[in-house]
Every structure is written in C-alpha cells, then in structure tokens.
C-alpha cells in the first residue's frame, strides 16, 4: 500500500523533491509558518509552533486540504499513529499532541510538538525507504514537504541505522581529529620552547650559583676583615687605655715630686732624678739653680 505524509508548518526543509530518504535521515525543522494559531509576533516569534502531520491513501503530490479528506483523499489515522508513536524525533522524545484526530471540525491531522519542547528537528524514522515527491510552501500549510512511501517495501532499518547520523558524526568526529592534531602539533612546538627555554634558565641558575659563591667569598672575606679590623682597634684601645693610665701615673708621680721638691728648703739641694753612674747624660738647668752631683 502506497501513503502521502505532509509535514507541514515548517521553518526549514533539508530535503529536496525526487530525493530518497531512509531510517534516521532528518527532513525538516518545525515551525510556524502558514496560518498558524496563535500567530507569531515580534515580542513572541515562536508563538503556534507545531507541526501538522497529515496520512493519506495513494500517491499524492500535492497538499490537500483537511475538507477534502474524507472525500477526494482517504485518510488514515493508525499511520499517523504509528509515526506518532514510534517517534518522529530523533531523540525519542515523548509526542505532545496538541490537536488529535477530528479535534476541529474535519481535522483528519495531528498538531503535535516534542514534550520537552527543545528538539524540533523531524526524522524519518520508518522501515520503509521514502521518496521526497514535493517540498514548497502555501497560505495555508506554509513551508511543507510530501513523502511517499510503499509499505510493501519495507526495508531491514539495521542495514541503514541512522545512516546520516552517523556520517554526520563521523565527519565531526574527523574534524575534531584534525583539531587534535592541530592542537598536538601546537602543543609539540610549545613544549620544544619549554625545553629551550628550561636549558637557558639552567644556564643562568649555574651562572647565578657560581655569582652566589663570588659573593659569598666577598663576603667571608669583608667579614674577616671587619673582624681583623676590630680586632685591631680593640688592641689599639687597649694600648691607649694602657698608656693613658700609665701618663696618669706618671703625672702623678711627677706631681707628687714636685710636691715633695717644693717643701725642701732652697738652699739645700733637691734631688731630681737617679740615674745609673755610667752613660752620658744631657742635663738643662735654670738659671740661679746649682747641680749637685751624688758620689
């Protein structure tokens, strides 16, 4: 038995007229085009989307009007349900059906819309090979497309699982390979730098490390000096505490003679100094004094 699917209301059509299409290839995106209710606005331009699906008997490749099925075009509700319920999504997301069968007046159709409301993409997903006879748009059903199909040429859907699909994600998959291989590329170079970069920094660690042993040696070496130096000084302030207290004592000493010389008598004569009896000695008087020689 031959069948006419319209999908209808569309927003994008991804097929063409006298194309083949087969389990999991996508056909169309929904929307709200045609007269749609409630109709879009600028504020809500998704307003009515939904789509209309529509089976007829026979080979149709024209829209038909809902009036005219029971007529001219015989429908058949239990294919619009078997696409209803195996899915025209393909997510498998469950169908909301909006408007059922007959739900207005000669509505032979289903206005229906995924559950979750995010996938609008529409697939076909029958075991039946489809021919795409008429895509186009109208007042009416705005963008549609027309498939017709034979069920008596049922084909084995294992030989085409999601054949787009997977084509679709194999050439992804490719491109992401080509990515990756880019990036790889990019990291090898980069890594190349590290390398280089890392020989440069342990360059200058060694040279800094010898730098550090110079300073370090300089620096023993001002220590050194800083503690010869007090050293130095430290003797050098002992030695002048020395002698000063040694000039103190002599000062002392000498005031203490002049002390004991000044209580003597002027006539009698005043010993100023001892000294061994050999050597040479240079002595300076003042005047009106007389010299006296001991022994």
């Known amino acids: 038995m031959i069948y006419s699917v319209?999908?209808?209301?569309?927003?994008?059509?991804?097929?063409?007229?006298?194309?083949?299409?087969?389990y999991g290839n996508v056909l169309a995106k929904m929307g709200n085009t045609g007269e749609v209710i409630p109709k879009p606005t600028s504020k809500?331009?998704?307003?009515?989307?939904?789509?209309?699906?529509?089976?007829?008997?026979?080979?149709?490749?024209?829209?038909?009007?809902?009036?005219?099925?029971?007529?001219?075009?015989k429908p058949n509700q239990q294919e619009c349900l078997y696409f209803i319920e195996n899915d025209i999504f393909n997510n498998h997301d469950r169908v909301l059906v909006t408007a059922?069968?007959?739900?207005?007046?000669?509505?032979y159709a289903y206005d229906i819309i995924p559950q979750n409301r995010k996938h609008y993409d529409l697939y076909w997903n029958r075991s039946f090979t489809g021919n795409v006879v008429?895509?186009?748009?109208?007042?009416?059903?705005?963008?549609?497309?027309?498939?017709?199909?034979?069920?008596?040429?049922?084909?084995?859907?294992?030989?085409?699982p999601y054949k787009t699909e997977i084509e679709k994600y194999q050439e992804i998959i490719k491109e992401q390979l080509l990515e990756i291989s880019k990036y790889q590329n990019i990291v090898a170079t980069q890594k190349t730098e590290l390398e280089s970069l890392n020989n440069i920094i342990n360059k200058q660690r060694l040279e800094l490390g010898k730098t550090l042993e110079i300073i370090n040696e300089k620096t023993n070496e001002l220590e050194n000096c800083y503690m010869n130096n007090n050293n130095q000084n430290?003797?050098?302030?002992?030695?002048?505490?020395?002698?000063?207290?040694?000039?103190?004592?002599?000062?002392?000493?000498?005031?203490?003679?002049?002390?004991?010389?000044?209580?003597?008598?002027?006539?009698?004569?005043?010993?100023?100094?001892?000294?061994?009896?050999?050597?040479?000695?240079?002595?300076?008087l003042i005047k009106g004094y007389k010299l006296y020689i001991k022994n």
């Open 134 to 160: 008429a895509t186009g748009y109208n007042d009416g059903y705005g963008k549609y497309v027309i498939i017709q199909y034979d069920t008596s040429e049922q084909v084995d859907r294992v030989l085409f």
């Open 234 to 284: 430290m003797e050098v302030n002992e030695k002048i505490i020395k002698l000063t207290e040694e000039n103190n004592l002599l000062k002392s000493k000498i005031g203490k003679l002049e002390e004991d010389l000044s209580q003597v008598p002027s006539e009698m004569p005043k010993q100023i100094f001892d000294c061994p009896k050999n050597g040479i000695y240079t002595i300076k």
């Open 6 to 22: 319209l999908y209808a209301h569309l927003n994008d059509v991804y097929v063409k007229a006298g194309e083949k299409v087969v």
């Open 44 to 73: 809500n331009p998704n307003a009515g989307t939904h789509l209309h699906l529509s089976v007829v008997e026979g080979a149709k490749t024209n829209t038909w009007t809902l009036t005219s099925m029971d007529s001219d075009n």
């Open 100 to 107: 059922g069968w007959l739900n207005y007046k000669s509505h």
